[in-house]
């Protein structure tokens, strides 16, 4: 079975310190691999994918995340945290013999100032 | 570009009583739909998906149902609410073709509240 998961409920990051959100993957074949972000009572918006190519992909608002097929993980980073980045972030991932794609739980990221 | 709307943005409705939540998308052509139910701000539910009009996939059994009755529109609907049906329902497409994209984009979310 398909599966994503967000191991952290929460992320707590003093503001200017680099922050990550880890995710894994389980998928059948060769995984796409997303990040969306969520602000409360919004729907999620698109932050950035890996589909195939350089490990590291860049998206929004500053955001990175790093493919690693031999751990199946696609962390989100960042290297200087903003209050403003406080939301619930959500990982997600689709196999390529797949049609649904399928989130993780979600991991509320927290900045303090 | 695509744009993806979703009406109402808030919704109260009594136990018992009929739903029905529309949302449509701009801007492509045979999309691929979702429908989500997200309670208490945390993980999303597949409720129902579309690949096509009149093509409907049921993902959890309940009373809600969804209707395509043209290539972008997308209704999820309820004969009779539950006070468990109350949740933040998100509507998202993605494209059909694969190579163009993979990633789903969602809507601005109803908030329905079954009292």
């Known amino acids: 079975a398909q599966s994503v998961a967000q191991p952290e409920d929460q992320v707590n990051v003093a503001e200017g310190n680099p922050l990550t959100v880890k995710c894994t993957y389980s998928v059948s074949g060769n995984p796409y691999l997303f990040w969306y972000v969520q602000y409360p009572n919004r729907g999620l918006q698109f932050l950035l994918k890996y589909i195939t190519g350089d490990n590291l992909v860049k998206g929004s608002y500053g955001f990175e995340a790093e493919f690693n097929k031999s751990q199946t993980s696609f962390h989100l980073k960042k290297p200087s945290a903003l209050v403003s980045d406080s939301a619930l972030y959500f990982c997600a991932a689709l196999g390529s013999s797949a049609s649904k794609i399928i989130f993780g739980s979600g991991t509320r990221l927290s900045i303090r100032p | 570009s695509q744009t993806i709307h979703q009406w109402p943005a808030t919704l109260v409705q009594p136990v018992g009583s009929p739903l029905s939540l529309e949302c449509t998308v701009e801007?492509?052509?045979?999309?691929?739909l979702y429908w989500y139910r997200q309670a208490a701000g945390r993980g999303l539910q597949l409720l129902f998906y579309s690949v096509g009009i009149g093509q409907i996939s049921s993902e959890v059994p309940q009373n809600l149902s969804a209707s395509r009755p043209q290539d972008r529109q997308f209704i999820l609907s309820s004969k009779k609410l539950l006070l468990s049906d109350s949740g933040f329902y998100l509507c998202?497409?993605?494209?059909?073709?694969?190579?163009?994209?993979?990633?789903?984009?969602f809507g601005p979310g109803t908030r329905l509240t079954v009292t």
């Open positions: 801007g492509t052509s045979n999309p691929n």
């Open positions: 998202a497409w993605r494209e059909r073709t694969s190579g163009k994209g993979y990633e789903q984009y």
